[in-house]
């Protein structure tokens, strides 16, 4: 049994996460605690969070900076298309539907 340093309860060891840093290879707070923790920092800081995630987002090397710009205005105008259908609830003519 272990006490959690945060919500102060007794635990089993399994409740904890590893940390060979501490003495006896448990973290000091509860898995409990530390997800609590995290999910609040993610809460308050979705910019850092974003910026993570663009980072670690998997883009071909062989993309030019152009590429990757063009494919994001192509996204942003579509989700623009989807937007105004929601609003209008009229849908474009699919290319080619006038033949």
Not at 17 to 33: E, F, I, K, Q, Y
Not at 73 to 87: I, L, W
Request: proline letters at 6%; charged letters at 40%.
């Amino acid at each position: 049994m272990k006490r959690c340093r945060r919500c102060g309860e007794e635990k089993a060891a399994a409740a904890f996460p590893a940390n060979r840093r501490m003495r006896d290879g448990l973290g000091s707070w509860c898995r409990v605690c530390a997800a609590w923790a995290v999910r609040r920092w993610r809460d308050r800081n979705p910019e850092k969070v974003a910026a993570y995630n663009l980072s670690r987002r998997a883009v071909p090397v062989f993309w030019s900076e152009a590429d990757r710009l063009g494919l994001l205005e192509q996204a942003q105008r579509a989700r623009e298309r989807s937007e105004r259908f929601e609003r209008e609830g009229d849908r474009p003519a699919p290319p080619g539907a006038d033949r």
